[in-house]
């Protein structure tokens, strides 16, 4: 059994992990999340990630089941015992400092209750951890790249969703998704309502352009990812000019490179936006280095990056 559930604080399989039909996060995706992955086996960031669940209920009014430290302790015991079962399989394909890791999901839903979307029906909030093996991109995305589509379906207007909660309700960000795999890309990009470039439907944004490593600010309407911060950390560190300022489509497709940043995609290549080459259509210097240091930060030989 490589994945693991930790159904508020019972391990159990996928397939005996039960919550209620009637639970909030299943039916209205009133629920907060995080994705934590490991290095070496064990959580990376994992402070930043609670605390920006911790953020996400408070900003959604969900008051957890768990809290953070609570939490920690639940996701180190279920990930002990995931681990004690044996290390997880890994593709073929998977790229070398990916091999034998775990991915780490929390969801804290508002609980069931009587059908209704008023949040004071809810009782009974429920706190879940899966730990399974990590699915990353494979060797061959960092090494040449992946391409990118502009999805049709736009970002939400931070004045109808709160872009800094990370939430179960997902269904604009599924669609973009299924029109990035049609169009054969493999991540969906959303634009806002003036056409500027916001993030990605699980990532953050980076290009370089003119000389500076430009990605789209918060007020964009963007969550604060993780990864996110690390990057522009990193780079800062490194001499990299940064802006975090407005990012065009096309600003983007005449950058000389660029790439994503999330929890499974670390920094990834981005080649393409749809069938246009950014830059040389290979990987770039600005994203090698900083792939190389972030590596470095998490414990990896920095060797493994991108060529």
Sequence with gaps: ???LVNLDGALVAPADAKVSVLDRGFLYGDSVYEVVRTYGGR???LDAHLA???RSAERTGLAPRWDGPRTAREIARTLEAAQSLGAPPAPADAAPWNAGEWYVRVVMTRGAGEIGLDPALAVDPRAVVIVAPLAAPPARAYAEGVTVAIASVRRASPAAVDPAAKTGAHLSHVLAVREARAAGAHEALLLDDAGMVTEGSSSNVFAVVGGRLRTPP????ILEGVTRGVVLRLAREAGVPVEEAPLGVDAL???AEAFLTSTMREILPVVRVGARPIGTGRPGAV???LHR???RLAGGPPGLGPP
Excluded: I
Excluded at 218 to 221: P, R, S
């Design 1 to 3: 059994m490589a994945t």
């Design 287 to 289: 994203t090698e280095r």
């Design 43 to 45: 959580p990376f960031e």
């Design 293 to 295: 240091a972030f590596r």
């Design 218 to 221: 918060l007020a964009a309407g």
């Design 52 to 54: 920006r669940l911790a």
């Design 253 to 255: 497709e005449s950058a």
